[in-house]
C-alpha cells in the first residue's frame, strides 16, 4: 500500500543551526502538508502546497520556514534557525484533492 | 477556532467492549476525519464522513456526524488490546488544511 515516507526519523540540532525534513509523497497525490505535535499537545497546521506554490499557512509557519518540491517526488521543510521551541514530532501529509490526507510516520525534531 | 474538541479526554475499556468518543466543532464543515496515534506514532487514517453524510462504516468503526449540532461520534465495536491508542477528529473546511482537537486517550484492559 502506498505511503508517506519521512526521513530522518529522528533528528537533534543545536540551536541556530538549520535543518531540513524531507518528505515523499504518496505518487499521485497532488496537495501536500507539514503539521506539527509538540510533546502531550494538539497536532497543528503548519502548511499546504500544492501546483507548486504555498496554498495556506498558519501564524506558526513564519520566516524561519520554508517549503520546497525540489523535484518530482520530495516535498521538504527548512527551519532556518532552529530554537529550543521548535521541538516536535513534525508530520508530512497528502492528499489527491482535499480530501483523505495520509500522513507519514514523522521526524523527531530535537533542538538542544 | 475551527478545531474539533473530544470528549472523554481519556477512556478505559475491557477488552470485548464498545468504545465511543465525540467530537464537537464550530463552523461549517466539508468533511470530518478521524485519526489514530499509537503513542510516539504517526496518525493514521481511519474513517472520512462528508457534510451530507450522517453515518458511515469501516469494519469495527462506525462514525456518524449531525451536522446541526456540529457533532461527531466514532464507535469502536468489540475492542481489542490493539485499539489502545489515541483518537483524533480533524475537520476540514476545505481551505486547504484539517484542524485536529486533543483527542482521546483509549486504553483497552485484556
Known amino acids: 500500500e502506498p505511503e508517506v515516507t519521512q526521513t530522518p526519523s529522528h533528528q537533534v540540532t543545536q540551536m541556530g543551526q538549520e535543518v531540513i525534513l524531507r518528505c515523499v509523497p504518496i505518487?499521485?497525490?497532488?496537495?501536500f502538508y507539514w503539521y506539527r505535535q509538540i510533546l502531550g499537545q494538539k497536532v497543528e497546521f503548519l502548511v499546504s502546497?500544492?501546483?507548486?506554490?504555498?496554498?495556506?499557512k498558519s501564524e506558526i509557519f513564519d520566516d524561519q520556514f520554508s517549503v520546497e518540491r525540489p523535484d518530482g517526488s520530495n516535498f521538504t521543510l527548512k527551519i532556518r534557525s532552529t530554537k529550543l521551541e521548535d521541538s516536535a514530532m513534525y508530520f508530512c501529509?497528502?492528499?489527491?484533492?482535499?480530501?483523505?490526507?495520509?500522513f507519514g510516520q514523522g521526524t523527531r525534531l530535537t533542538v538542544v | 477556532s475551527q478545531q474539533g474538541e473530544e470528549d472523554p479526554q481519556a477512556l478505559s475499556i475491557q477488552e470485548g467492549e464498545n468504545a465511543t468518543m465525540n467530537c464537537s466543532y464550530k463552523t461549517s464543515i466539508n468533511n470530518l476525519q478521524w485519526y489514530r496515534q499509537n503513542s510516539g506514532r504517526g496518525l493514521v487514517h481511519l474513517i472520512l464522513?462528508?457534510?451530507?453524510?450522517r453515518e458511515k462504516h469501516s469494519g469495527r468503526l462506525r462514525v456518524t456526524l449531525d451536522t446541526s449540532k456540529k457533532s461527531s461520534s466514532l464507535l469502536i465495536t468489540a475492542s481489542r488490546a490493539a485499539d489502545t491508542a489515541s483518537y483524533f477528529c480533524?475537520?476540514?473546511?476545505?481551505?486547504?488544511?484539517?484542524?485536529f482537537g486533543a483527542g482521546t486517550t483509549v486504553t483497552v484492559r485484556a
Open positions: 464522513i462528508r457534510s451530507n453524510e
Open positions: 501529509a497528502s492528499s489527491v484533492a482535499t480530501d483523505e490526507a495520509f
Open positions: 502546497f500544492y501546483n507548486n506554490e504555498i496554498s495556506e
Open positions: 480533524a475537520t476540514d473546511t476545505n481551505d486547504y488544511k484539517l484542524s
Open positions: 505518487s499521485n497525490h497532488l496537495y
